[in-house]
């Protein structure tokens, strides 16, 4: 993008030389000069400043989803946080119009008690079956019984929590230990993942029990009341 902005300023500067004669050369060289230096600037020692001092420009509030204490912590549109138990929110899916006519979901979770939410995960109309899974995957990371989602994200981290350390020592992810890591990515995109959405898209979501029932008393009857 940058060479394309100084390219279309030279090439400005010759258009205003022809036209206007010498005058304009030195607002051309003037202009030249800034935007190689604010290119030089921004490329180097900004970005050597910012690697050194990540929250210069966005703080890390240490939000996330925490399995071990099960506790959800993310920021309010006050610039502040908010954390409770995963067990106190509620999930559903918000439809979405954009202003230019794309239609989205979003998988939200609502604070039963307090009315802050936040969203998980957003995809296209097309693709309202994945946020099925990701609230599968949210629910059985949350759960300290159950091993980890065996996704590529977490695979480094599987051996440091000890429900899943057990369950991949007794042989049972039947994966190798870097099976995400080792991957041929090729055949991942050509037939690994079509195959995946696939199964996303086939399968029965509305046949699993909601686990959030088990956590919280009187849960469904609250709901139909």
């Known amino acids: 993008m940058i060479k394309f902005f100084i390219g279309a300023v030279f090439l400005a500067g010759l258009f205003s030389f022809f036209a206007h004669g010498s005058q304009v050369i030195s607002v051309f060289s003037t202009a030249m000069l800034v935007t190689i230096f604010l290119h030089l600037f921004f490329r180097y020692p900004?970005?050597?400043?910012l690697e050194r001092n990540p929250d210069f420009i966005v703080k890390d509030l240490g939000c996330g989803f925490f399995r071990p204490t099960g506790m959800v912590k993310f920021r309010t549109w006050r610039e502040e946080t908010f954390e409770a138990p995963?067990?106190?929110?509620?999930?559903?899916?918000?439809?979405?119009?954009?202003?230019k006519g794309p239609v989205s979901y979003k998988l939200q979770l609502r604070h039963r008690y307090s009315g802050w939410q936040t969203a998980v995960a957003e995809v296209h109309s097309t693709q309202k079956e994945e946020l099925?899974?990701?609230?599968?995957?949210?629910?059985?990371y949350m759960?300290?019984?159950?091993?980890?989602?065996?996704?590529?994200?977490?695979?480094?981290?599987?051996?440091?929590?000890?429900?899943?350390?057990?369950y991949d020592a007794a042989g049972k992810r039947q994966r190798p230990a870097d099976y995400w890591a080792t991957l041929d990515l090729e055949w991942w995109e050509q037939e690994g993942y079509p195959a995946h959405m696939e199964k996303i898209r086939n399968?029965?979501?509305?046949t699993l029990e909601d686990q959030m029932q088990y956590s919280v008393p009187n849960l469904n009857e609250a709901t139909m009341a």
């Open 132 to 140: 099925y899974a990701h609230w599968d995957e949210l629910q059985r």
């Open 86 to 99: 995963f067990i106190e929110f509620d999930p559903y899916i918000s439809y979405h119009v954009q202003p």
């Open 143 to 166: 759960d300290v019984s159950q091993p980890l989602p065996d996704i590529p994200a977490l695979e480094p981290y599987r051996h440091l929590d000890p429900t899943t350390a057990e």
């Open 203 to 206: 399968f029965p979501w509305d």
């Open 46 to 49: 900004f970005t050597w400043f």
